[in-house]
């Protein structure tokens, strides 16, 4: 005697026809779209010119430059570098800086709990959206022709496109803050500025602190990508090098760039957990 | 004297409070009792107009409160106290600094933004909190207290507001017996020693009786009960409370299990 309920197969057909037999276009999407993404694949490569033999070529070459470029060596230009460096340090920290504490004020614009009328949020918003859709690096193309070249023109590139990112992450730490805590300013009778500043504040800073300081370190990266155009840095002397085929400076540029880097994201890192865990009296 | 007359909080087509009308005579200590989503909530945060009634008046002291905008509307949020199921302190702000909030309508802006705050302020908060017992706290972030310590907390914020009413709504809800003791005794001890009328949102029939002079009983947005606890019967408060009669008068029985249910006939041949 079986311990299992007995299964009528037939009958269980019967009364869920369309579990036992799924429609034939249900069964071959999966391979279709598998096929087509195939498809997609080698048409991509065949249209863009992917040539293995042009790889191969290639990749002696680029052993040859690490050849090259060993051992790094900055040459006489060691003080140079040095203060490059700097500059790019101080256009990501500058730019970041300065996105920042334009961007706080619209965040607030832009967040639903302190704005509530859609109509009033929605041009905030699209504006932002429209600054972060261009990149860092146009906009450096652009400042660079408005301010001419140099870390002005790096500063400016960094603090427009930062903006329109800031914005957006504040309005959205904003948005997720506890409303209970700011009910309680409200009720007390505190106004709309004192909710702000005792209800939404706290909870929100610390938030936004760590979001600065990741941009900081992202941003001393983007500021060595915008040199290379022209807004001044590190990233100046890196294109130049290149150019005149000096690769033991370029090997020094890129391993001074990745110490400084691997620096920041340290300081950060230990700053933001401070911030994080620091009993806030806001 | 605080006069209800009419209220209705419409949110869309259901009806929170629904054409609400009491009067509640200075120095009382009144319990607003019903079941879950009977309107209490909504009756207290329109009171404090933290909700916009859609219908009828509040006033007090011959004051249309429900009129109230701007500066106004502020100062009466701080005559009328809110003290709440969660505390609505801010947690990251320290205890003194969160006391200090129940001054905020009483000065200039630029002293509470800038956080200079006036000695005198400082001393009612710090008196409000060794009142409760918990002046050694002041300078610890709020969210590191416990739950019957953050209440205590909110309710020296009611205090320096110098409020003529304090309107709690479930303030013992998420504290355990011991807190709630603390808590309730707190409240009765402002009532009894200030002359602050308390108006209070109550789940517990048992501590409504014990702690309030008069009761107010709400179903569906209603008025249905108002008289002394004495006067309510467990007739009535069978009717206020329906199916949770049981759970808030006190025995609580065990559901008793009714055997298997039976298996659909489908998996059981």
Known sequence: ?282 | MLVVDGLTCRFGAKAAVDDASFQVSPGGFVGVIGRSGAGKSTLLRSINRLVTPTGGRILFDGVDVTALRGKDLRQWRARSAMIFQQFNLVGRLDVLTNVLMGRLATMPAWRSLTQAWPEQDKALAMSALEQFDIATLAAQRADQLSGGQQQRVAIARALVQQPDIILADEPIASLDPRNTKVVMDALLRINKHFGITVLCNLHSLDLARSYCDRLIGMAAGRVVFDGAPSALTDHVARELYDLEAADVMGAVPVPAPEGVPALGTAAAA
């Open chain 1, 1 to 282: 005697m079986s311990r299992h309920p007995e299964v009528d197969a037939a009958q269980l057909r019967a009364r869920h026809p369309d579990v036992f037999s799924r429609p034939a276009s249900a069964r071959l999407a999966t391979p279709a779209m598998i096929a087509a993404a195939l498809a997609l694949l080698v048409f991509g490569l065949v249209d863009l010119d992917f040539s293995p033999s042009r790889l191969a070529a290639g990749v002696s070459q680029l052993g040859w430059i690490t050849m090259m470029m060993i051992p790094p060596d900055p040459g006489s230009s060691l003080p140079l570098y040095l203060k490059a460096l700097g500059e790019t340090l101080s256009i990501a920290l500058l730019g970041t800086t300065l996105a920042a504490v334009f961007a706080l004020p619209v965040g607030l614009l832009a967040a639903r709990n302190v704005v509530p009328s859609t109509i009033l949020r929605f041009p905030v918003r699209r504006v932002l959206d429209s600054i972060r859709g261009v990149d860092t690096l146009i906009w450096a193309l652009v400042w660079i022709n408005v301010v001419g070249l140099g870390p002005f023109a790096g500063v400016l590139a960094i603090a427009v496109s930062d903006f329109g990112a800031f914005g957006k992450l504040f309005s959205e730490a904003i948005e997720g803050a506890d409303q209970k805590q700011v009910e309680g300013i409200r009720a007390s009778g505190g106004s709309a500025l004192h909710e702000i500043r005792f209800g939404l504040m706290p909870q929100v800073l610390p938030v936004i602190a760590g979001q600065v300081l990741y941009f900081i370190e992202s941003n001393t990266r983007s500021a060595t990508i915008i040199g290379i155009v022209g807004a001044g840095g590190i990233g100046l002397q890196l294109a130049e090098q290149i150019r005149v085929l000096e690769w033991q400076k370029v090997s020094f540029l890129i391993l001074m760039i990745l110490v400084a880097v691997a620096a920041i994201d340290f300081i950060s890192g230990k700053l933001r957990f401070a911030i994080i865990g620091r009993r806030a009296v806001a």
